[in-house]
Structures are given as structure tokens and as C-alpha cells.
């Protein structure tokens, strides 16, 4: 399994794949950071580092199925699939091997954005990190779950371009839940919209993104990331039954 | 021992294996036979835990591959129709990867990738990335990856599709090589292929099996007659009633004249053991012979044979059952 694993890594890190989609995301992320600090007005000159993370979900949206897209359906494509399916490891294996490996990319990218925050420091300013901590682990778990969207997309089709279009489509739906819940229809029914801002990660990520650590959230964006790798080792598994 | 039981899939509504048992036994080549489309390909998926199986039993070596995968795949070594390998990668890392997730660690691994490139001569290839490989030797490659791990079984569907024909023959010499620690089953749609390297085959076509039984024995079923032709020089009449005289053959079928005095006689008979009598018999006739050689049906006429023809109704039923099948306007309550 741990080869798979660094086999995936590879994949990423031995194109130039991981490194334009690393650069691409540090740009966005330093637009949203100097447009900040040029925002800036009034007598406390604050800023929020989590406010970027949430105005970047939108850009995110179109990365994160560019790192995804290809799991399972490139795989398909070539024919490589046979020979990890004819390995002695299992789909369950197969599937976790490479969730974590483009997990593993993620945080890289992540890490990286560290640089703002330490720029912001080093150059005099204060920076509250306890909250700022719980800002990235809502950030990277929410890109968890969009992460395990993709890989479930991945698994679907053939083709990668279809592979990401699916995951910008699922992704885009999961960012404006909150949008369908306050939409006129929905006013009139507040059960219907109460059942649907259950499944927001909009409003959850907000909690973590203003330093509140709630127990809910965290089961909640663990078991929709279980739900989805789930689905996806239940997806590749069944592929196997119905081709042909 | 690799023991496939009543073994049936269906896509859909299509069976594209009907209910086929074979045997393998151990240190044996098994050659898979068939015209393209025939099921041999999904038949190999389906021994080697690609493909789940619509019904029957696959065992290999005692293992049932749908109950206890992992175990049952750790003893096959499967070369796909298309080498699965990954364009990106150079030749040494894939097959290290290869052999990691078979499970072999450390300097078990180096050896083995090492010894895998050096029995397929891509050991200067090595550092080249895949991408750039032609297809014989991305071919190589695969079968490189199905080496390692030291599977008693290994399964090969079509092994020498796209190499040239030196390496036609160099993978050949390996596959004859590899019989002595494992098992083969080799898949093929080339004759001569089947014919150098196996032992048994299975012919396989629209799903069923044809004909099962060595190589020499299908021959021998398509009748045991063979053609004896004797190039002889002398009297065309002498030689004719001379060699008409030998018991247990018929009559000169052909004279084919070849030059001064010299032609060539065809004779059928039952089998090759007359040849002695009627060169003893020309012998003592003072007649000289210049050369003498016999003709079988080939194999590839018994596959033709075997091959060609639709599989026939059991009886009327069974084609009622598939017309019912075949044509979606076709109403049961109307009868």
C-alpha cells in the first residue's frame, strides 16, 4: 500500500502538474493577501486570514478537481487499473493509498501558504496563530471533503476533462447550499431549509475560520469525507462488475 | 493447478463465456486459443481476479480467486492484452513499484527487478521513461512486471502482439525457459505461436470450448491419413505398381513430374509407418529415391474447423429461447 502511496506522490511531484497547481493557488492566495493589506483603513489596520481562505473557496473550486481528475480515470484509460486490481491489494487499499497521497499534496500546498502569515510577523505585525491553527484545519478539512468529491468523480468516467467538470459542478453545489437555503422558496419553508443547512460546509467552515473548535464540525466534515471514499471504493468495486 | 469450473459470464444479456472448464496442471503450457472475440481475454481477467465471474469456480492452486483474492492473486503473475504500464514512469521505478505493491520488500525487490530486466533484456532501458519505449518494449515491460514476485502461475494473453520477429522468437525461448518453475497460460489468436511453445491447447470460440487435448492429438483427429510423397527417378509405371504393391496404402493419387525421368509421387495412406515399406520395397527394385516427406492436416485446419462454424442448436428450444431473447418485440403471452 505504501507504494502505491509514494507511486501517487510521484505522479504528482514528477510533472510539472503539482508544481503549476501550487503556483497557481500562492497567487491567488497573494492577490487576496495584498488586496487586504491595501483594504486596509481605520485605527486597528486587522485583517483576517481565514476571510482569504473563505473569498479563495471559490478559485478552489477549479483546483482541486485539476489534482483529482485523473485518480481513477486515467488509470482506467491506459489499462493500469488491471495491474493494481490483479495485486494482492484490495480496492479498499487502493482507494485510501491514493486519497492520501493527494491529501498529502494538499497540505503541501497549504503549508506553503504559511508564508503569509510568517511574512505578516516577521515584518512587525501580530498574528493570533491559535486561531489562525484553527483556520487551516477548517480549511484542509473542507478541502478533504472536496478532495474525496473528486476522487469519487475520478471514479465515474474515463475521462479526466469529464472527471473535473463533475467535480466543479458537485463542488459548486456544495458552496451554494447556503445560497438555495436563504432563496426565496426556502424562506417560505423553514423545515425543508433547516434539513439543508445541515448538509452546509459554508456555515461550519465559518465557525472554524473564527477560532470556535466545535466537536460537531469536525464529526461532520470526517463523516462526509468517510461518506465519500466510501462511495468511491463502493464506485471503483462495482466498475469492475458492470464493465464490459 | 489452476482448475476453472463451469465458468459463465455474461455482459448484459450477452455471454461472452458460456460455462467452460479446464485444467491446468502444474509446469504446463497451456495455449488459449481462439479468433478474436472468442473470450479469451475475458476468460484471463476472470482467472486472475480482474473480472468477477457471472457463475462457476476459478481455483488457482487450491485457492478460490472470488473468495480469497489477495491470497489466489499472489500466486499469478497476469501479462494483459495491453501492458499496463504507466507512460510517466521510467522502466526500474515502475517495476519497483510493481513489486512493491506485490508485497516484496527491500533487497529482495532490487533483486528481483533486477533479475526480471535481465531475463527480458531491458536492462539498458532501464533509466528510459516508458513513454518513450516502442511497443515491443513497453511489451517487455509488462512482462517483466509479471515475473516478479516469483508467481507459481503466470497468465499471458497474446505475450508477443507487436514485437519484431527476433523477438518474437527471443520471447518464445523465455516463455519455454519459464516452464520449469511455473505454470503458463498463454493466449493466442497466431497458430505457429501455439504450436512452438504449448503442449495442451483449448480452443476456444464464441465463448465454448471446441477442443481440448494436446497439440498432436488434434491433428491426429482431424483423420489419421497423411500424404507420403516420394521423389523417385525411373519408370513412371514401374514405380507406380512398385510402390501399389506395399500393403496398407492406396493407390498413387498424383504424379507430379519434376524433370528428366524424375517425379514426384503422392500417395495416401493411413499413417506414417508405411513410409518404411515402400522405401524398402523401391530400394529393392533398384529405384533410386531423392527425397521422401509426409504431410499432415495442420493445425491450423483443425482450427479453422473447429472455429468457423456457429455453435449448433441442442435442439428446438433452445432456439426458441434465443429468438425470445433476441428480439425485444417478441411477446410470450401471444402464444
Redesign the interface.
Known sequence: ????Y??EL??YF??PFAYVITALFLLIFSFAFSSSISDLSGTQLTFSFPGMFYSNLYFFIFLIPALTMRMFSEERR?????????????VFQIVIAKFLAVATVYLTMLVLTLFFPIVTAATGGGVMWSSLACGYLGFFLWGLVCLAIGMLMSSFTESPVIAAILGEGAMLLLVFIDGIKSSGLFESLPKAAKVIGQFSTNERFVSFSEGIFKLSDLVFFLTTIILFVGWTIISVEKR??S?? | MIEIKNLTKFYGNNAAVKNISFTVKDHEILGFLGPNGAGKSTTMNIITGYLPSSGGKVLIGGTDIAENPSEAKRKIGYLPEIPPVYPDMKVKEYLKFAAGIKGIKGAEKKAQVEDAMEKLKIKDMENRLIRNLSKGYKQRVGFAQALLGNPEYLILDEPTVGLDPSQVVEVRNLIMSLKKDHTIILSSHILQEIQAVCERVVIISHGEIRAMDTIKHLEDSMGTSVVINIKAEGDREKISACISSVAGIGSVTEVIPEGDNVNTYKISAENDDVRKDILSALVKNDISVSEVSSERPSLEEVFVQLTASAPKKRDLRDLLNEMESENPYYDKEEQ
Not at chain 1, 500500500?1 to 502505491?4: C, G, I
Open positions: 500500500m505504501f507504494s502505491l509514494k507511486k510521484q505522479s514528477y510533472s491506459t489499462g493500469t487499473e488491471i495491474l493494481l486490481m490483479t495485486s494482492p491489494l484490495n469492475r462488475w464493465r464490459g
